[in-house]
């Protein structure tokens, strides 16, 4: 089956090792934590260039203005936690310091979502798309696989501006081919289909790819595009995709409200209305293992094909 | 005419371009402007704080970050003083379309090294800096005004700690410790004291001094300077609407404009001021 994925590294991991190989390049390159490096991979580039890299403690907002006062000295800074306390505690900063000012700070957001597991709600990161989205100037971007993350971080280096990349915790599946061209800001066809466009970001889109394999044997043909760059949006393909194909389906790892689906349902609205629905979180989760979590909340292939099904059928 | 007597003169300047406009724009925050004024003016023009109005972007200039944003009447009035705007703009403080916002914006004023106005980020923002500077081996320093209200805030501490902790000597914070914030007396809201133990417990070398001392405000601004293995602060003690009698203490005018009637009383208390100033000589 096409939806055979082997399984990759978290792309979490895959941050790290491609801060590494950005460090190698960029000596202006410099890494900050809130002492979660070891879960976040940031500890990577720590062991390469021990002299450029900051565990600024337990201290988000802190964190936050200081790679704002790099930027402003010419470096390009990468500042890493949990996307939850990234966000939530360091956004009055993320606004003022970085936002407002305009300076050029990466931010890097990891166990983003409920695939984190037994750790709890207080732990996984559900707001973070719709905080950065939020704020002006900024870049939100969501890797899927290892691949997308060695391929788009490079380009969020190189990007001027202040960037929002949204790590996952769990081992993510290899949806991409080594050779394939990832481009910042555009949306990426993962297959094509002609009846309902699967919208998805991050981990999800490995779903969505299992749930069009389902969608196929009924009869229904269904693109999977990977919205990887939530922020700016690429308008061009939501209205192709709302032009070419009857409904859009989004889904994502995260609250309903603000994320993906909101933001695409404005791309569309303001293009090509097209039926739409939306499949994401709509309230803290809880304990569990990542499966038993993605199974109970509704974010497996088979809650995306009866979904589907539903909406072309409405 | 000695040089303290010189800077006394620029600090009456600065606090007639203050009240001047604050007024013109019917709103603002003298208060906390007022008391920061001789520190300001030591900073500038005592010969502190190394730069060069004709080369903004000049990269071995020490930067200042204005932390409690609301003074922005007295770094404006400042940068006017210096050359780096002209001295009529200060008019347009406040207005539709003007460089000088509410509070410092970078977009607006390019000149300015951070945009403040939510409190407790400019000490952090500094630390940034100075890691930059110790990274490429410059010479050049932060200095970062803060308030001691604005010292409730959490990231105070948090960046207190951690630039002691990294013994950051290139970092230089004045605390503007005016006595007061929006709704009280800050020994009432939340008292602060012992404040100099509690710098000195994030492993700071601490500088106490009266903050409207300008011959105090040079030695201290400049020990800080030198001073090496930690960073340093600056608690200076100042009066909140400092200068003009009916302001002084008097925590209405923390964020409201003079009406016309006070504006001239204002301006002709200065004016004595300056005329004694003139005189002593």
Known sequence: MATDFKIGKATRLAYGETLVELGKRNPNIIVLDADLSKSTMANRFQAAFPDRFFNIGIAEANMVSIAAGLAASGKIPFASSFATFLMSKGFDQMRQSVAYPGLNVKLCGSHSGISIGEDGPSQMGIEDVALACALPGFTVVVPADEIAMRQLLPQIAEHKGPVYIRTSRPKAAIIYDERTTITLGKAHIMRQGTDITIAAMGLMVAEALKAADLLQKEGVSARVVDFHTVKPIDQVMAEQCARETEAILVVEEHLLDGGLGSILARAVAKSFPVKMDFIGLEDYAESGTPDQLLDRYGLRARHIFLKANNLLGS | ?281
Do not use: C
């Open chain 2, 1 to 281: 005419m000695t040089e303290l007597t010189h800077l006394k003169l620029i600090a009456n300047t600065i606090r007639q371009d203050i009240v001047q406009m604050i007024a013109k724009a019917k709103s603002g925050h003298p208060g906390g402007s007022l008391s920061a004024v001789e520190m300001i003016t030591a900073l500038y023009f005592g010969g502190i704080l190394k730069h060069d109005p004709q080369n903004t972007g000049w990269e071995d200039r020490d930067r200042f970050i204005l932390s409690k944003g609301h003074a922005a009447p007295v770094l404006y009035a400042a940068l006017a003083e210096a050359g780096y705007i002209e001295k009529k703009l200060l008019n347009s403080l406040r207005q539709l379309g003007s460089p000088l916002q509410g509070h410092p914006d970078k977009r607006k004023l390019s000149v300015l090294e951070a945009s403040t106005g939510s409190l407790g980020q400019g000490i952090s923002i500094g630390i940034g800096m100075a890691l930059a500077a110790k990274m490429d081996r410059k010479p050049w320093q932060v200095f970062a005004l803060i308030g001691d209200g604005e010292s409730d805030e959490g990231q105070i501490w948090e960046s207190a700690f951690f630039a002691g902790h990294h013994q950051l000597d290139n970092l230089n914070v004045i605390l503007d410790f005016n006595g007061f914030q929006l709704d009280d007396s800050t020994k009432h809201i939340l008292d602060l004291n012992p404040i100099k133990e509690k710098w000195l417990a994030a492993k700071w070398h601490v500088i106490e001094i009266d903050g409207h001392d300008m011959r105090a405000a040079l030695y201290a601004l400049n020990e800080a300077k030198v001073h090496r293995g930690s960073p340093s602060i600056i608690i200076a003690h100042t009066v909140k609407g400092k200068g003009i009698s009916f302001m002084e203490n008097n925590n209405k005018f923390h964020g409201s404009a003079p009406n016309e009637e006070e504006l001239q009383q204002a301006l002709a208390e200065l004016q004595l001021q300056r005329t004694k100033l003139e005189k002593e000589n």
